[in-house]
């Protein structure tokens, strides 16, 4: 019995060793050269609730959400061409509406309590295009429509020993919207954004 409890205690701190060993740090690369392409096309009429609609391209994305991490390295390289349309109709909606057309070549976010060292990466040669056509008539709610078109994104929200980003953009960024609206009870807000690097650090 005695050998028994001895086997799986050492099994159980060989597996809680091995699991912090693999938490200690956290490496990334991506690397995309072809192109990437969404389109949403949508005819909406007489819906009782909200309407969401969204075309998004992306090149690269990464995304983590944990506790701590000795080092996180991520990497990113585009050299696609990523490029979101979307054209909609959207009339009798008794809801809100919201309408969007996103390119993004590169995308990094993290959410976490501790980070020793973070190194980021990012770089985009080609053109991230973000277009949205709509008509939208009779709304009983609001009204949100955006074009986002970027190359090069990154977020972080954690405490941190040391942060070093490098964002690199070589490409032309375009968002263009066109838009009639009419006949809205609520609120209407009209964005597009064109952005070459946008870099956001928080929690710390």
Same mark, same amino acid.
């Given at each position: 019995?005695?050998? &028994?409890?001895?086997?799986?205690?050492?099994?159980?701190?060989?597996?809680?060793?091995?699991?912090? *060993?693999?938490?200690?740090?956290?490496? =990334?690369?991506?690397?995309?050269?072809?192109?990437?392409?969404?389109?949403?096309?949508?005819?909406?009429?007489? /819906?009782?609730?909200?309407?969401?609609?969204? &075309?998004?391209? /992306? %090149?690269?994305?990464? #995304?983590?959400?944990?506790?701590?991490?000795?080092?996180?390295?991520?990497?990113?390289?585009?050299?696609?061409?990523?490029? &979101?349309?979307?054209?909609? $109709?959207?009339?009798?909606?008794?809801?809100?509406?919201?309408? $969007?057309?996103?390119?993004? *070549?590169?995308?990094?976010?993290?959410?976490? +309590?501790? /980070? %020793?060292?973070?190194?980021?990466?990012?770089?985009?040669?080609?053109?991230?295009?973000? =277009?949205?056509?709509?008509?939208?008539?009779?709304?009983?709610?609001?009204?949100?429509?955006?074009?986002?078109?970027?190359?090069? #994104?990154?977020?972080?929200?954690?405490?941190?020993?040391?942060?070093?980003?490098?964002?690199?953009?070589?490409?032309?960024?375009?968002?263009?919207?066109? =838009?009639? /609206?009419? +006949?809205?009870?609520?609120?209407?807000?009209?964005?597009?954004?064109?952005?070459?690097? &946008?870099?956001?650090? $928080?929690?710390?």
């Amino acid at each position: 019995m005695k050998t &028994s409890h001895a086997i799986l205690a050492a099994a159980l701190t060989i597996a809680a060793s091995a699991g912090a *060993a693999q938490a200690q740090s956290l490496n =990334t690369e991506q690397r995309n050269n072809a192109n990437v392409r969404a389109q949403l096309n949508a005819t909406i009429k007489d /819906i009782g609730e909200d309407v969401a609609l969204t &075309s998004a391209a /992306i %090149g690269n994305s990464f #995304s983590a959400d944990g506790e701590s991490l000795g080092s996180l390295n991520n990497y990113q390289n585009f050299w696609g061409d990523v490029r &979101s349309d979307l054209s909609a $109709t959207v009339a009798d909606v008794a809801g809100d509406v919201s309408v $969007t057309s996103a390119a993004i *070549a590169n995308s990094a976010s993290v959410e976490g +309590d501790w /980070i %020793g060292h973070i190194n980021n990466t990012q770089y985009a040669a080609y053109d991230p295009t973000a =277009t949205l056509n709509a008509t939208i008539q009779d709304v009983e709610g609001d009204v949100a429509t955006t074009s986002a078109a970027l190359s090069n #994104s990154a977020t972080f929200d954690t405490d941190f020993g040391t942060l070093a980003s490098k964002q690199v953009n070589q490409a032309g960024v375009y968002a263009g919207v066109s =838009t009639t /609206i009419r +006949d809205v009870a609520g609120s209407v807000n009209v964005t597009a954004a064109a952005i070459g690097n &946008s870099l956001t650090v $928080t929690g710390f």
